[in-house]
């Protein structure tokens, strides 16, 4: 099985695949993919910790393993994107140590078959370009894909499949904690959809700016690029609050939860070669 992680800045999210193919010698042709290859058997959501140590990440692991019945010698490959340097390290001693195996990171030099089109492609998140592959792969292109995570990145894809470039704002939660921080008599609120725009007490008066507030950033962000791009683009939609901002976006079309850890599972394919186990401990 392939084990497939998205390292962020406030999650990290874990896949495991089934690979019904291995990977050929380096080389040699890539096999077609069937179906069975392609099967999510597990997922799971964990909090990013940057001074959690390789041993503990480990225990973390093993735990969510055999709690669905998984044993971790069953995985035979790992693939990893990160938008968190310091934790980078500690993950491939985590690797090495308790599954033995090297993992494959998403980092400059690896095959995306991917044109990224922008001034610097070495400053793109990993994440990003994982999630533009996944996107143009599953829905074609010109597409705009919106992850709404710590911070909400758009990202835009060509009919032609080249990363065009986006944009990056803040998150929900971060926009919603400094307006909690810095007004003393606003308590904090759950941020959720009111029943009504117009609030008839401060709580909704809160939750109506937060919600409404955010929705008209993300589609007037969408709107500027669609009409940039000067054709129509499919909208996909992943992240934590995908689907609580989408049900009220004018743009957003698809939610697609599963699209970081599909995107590394393509990009694994692109770059699959056989890679021996470890005997690090």
């Not at 993950?91 to 090297?102: G, N, P, T």
């Not at 599953?138 to 758009?154: K, L, N, Q, S």
């Not at 894809?157 to 921080?181: H, M, R, V, W």
């Not at 993300?218 to 009409?227: C, K, P, S, T, Y």
Request: hydrophobic share 40%.
């Amino acid at each position: 099985m392939l084990l497939a992680l998205d390292v962020g800045n406030t999650n990290t999210v874990l896949g495991l695949f089934r690979l019904s193919v291995e990977p050929s010698a380096p080389g040699a042709p890539t096999p077609a993919r069937s179906e069975e290859e392609r099967e999510l058997v597990a997922h799971w959501r964990v909090t990013t910790h940057r001074a959690q140590t390789s041993d503990e990440y480990g225990v973390l692991f093993g735990n969510l393993f055999q709690m669905s019945g998984i044993s971790v010698d069953e995985v035979h490959h790992i693939i990893i994107s990160s938008v968190v340097p310091p934790v980078e390290s500690t993950l491939r001693r985590v690797c090495e140590k308790y599954f033995h195996l090297q993992p494959i990171f998403v980092e400059p030099g690896i095959k995306t078959g991917m044109p990224v089109l922008v001034d610097n492609p070495a400053e793109l998140g990993a994440d990003r370009l994982v999630n533009a592959i996944a996107a143009y792969e599953r829905y074609g292109g010109p597409c705009i894909v919106v992850d709404f995570g710590t911070a909400t990145t758009f990202d835009v894809i060509s009919a032609k499949g080249e990363y065009l470039g986006g944009a990056i704002s803040p998150g929900l939660g971060i926009s919603a904690d400094a307006l909690f921080s810095r007004a003393a008599r606003l308590g904090r609120v759950d941020i959720k959809r009111p029943a009504k725009v117009i609030g008839t007490n401060t709580v909704t008066h809160l939750q109506s700016g937060l919600y409404y507030g955010y929705i008209g950033l993300v589609d007037g962000i969408i709107e500027r690029m669609i009409a940039e791009l000067g054709a129509p683009a499919q909208v996909i939609a992943t992240g934590g609050l995908a689907k609580q901002i989408s049900q009220d976006s004018r743009y957003i079309a698809q939610i697609d939860d599963m699209l970081t850890l599909d995107g590394l599972r393509i990009l694994f394919d692109r770059n699959r070669t056989a890679r021996p186990r470890s005997r690090a401990h």
